[in-house]
């Protein structure tokens, strides 16, 4: 059972370590008249030293810009065993690597 618990740790960081990130620097246009924030896609503002999470994205807004990584691993980047598989559920912004042929299986480590 512990290894069971590595393995999800160690599925953990790889999740971390292969995440999609982007950078928006912050644009000054007027100097008279600073932004209080970020504005996001959807054209919200958000305060400096806020964070918020959407469409699976961890964001966050300082006075150099917006930052957001995705919460869900590139399907290239993870190691799968060749009988196991990645299935992302952007629902619950999570993901797990199952037995192909029983998804309700968790693969076990190699």
């Known amino acids: 059972?512990?290894?069971?618990?590595?393995?999800?740790?160690?599925?953990?960081?790889?999740?971390?370590?292969?995440?999609?990130?982007?950078?928006?620097?912050?644009?000054?246009?007027?100097l008279k008249n600073p932004p209080k924030g970020c504005v996001d896609k959807d054209g919200k503002q958000h305060d400096f030293g806020s964070e918020w999470v959407r469409d699976c994205m961890d964001c966050s807004c300082t006075n150099e810009g917006l930052s957001c990584c995705s919460k869900l691993p590139d399907a290239n980047s993870v190691d799968v065993p060749e009988d196991c598989e990645l299935v992302v559920d952007k629902e619950a912004c999570s993901a797990k690597v199952v037995l192909k042929s029983d998804h309700s299986k968790e693969c076990n480590p190699v």
């Open 1 to 30: 059972m512990a290894s069971l618990h590595v393995f999800v740790c160690l599925l953990g960081l790889v999740v971390l370590c292969h995440s999609d990130c982007f950078f928006q620097e912050l644009v000054l246009k007027d």
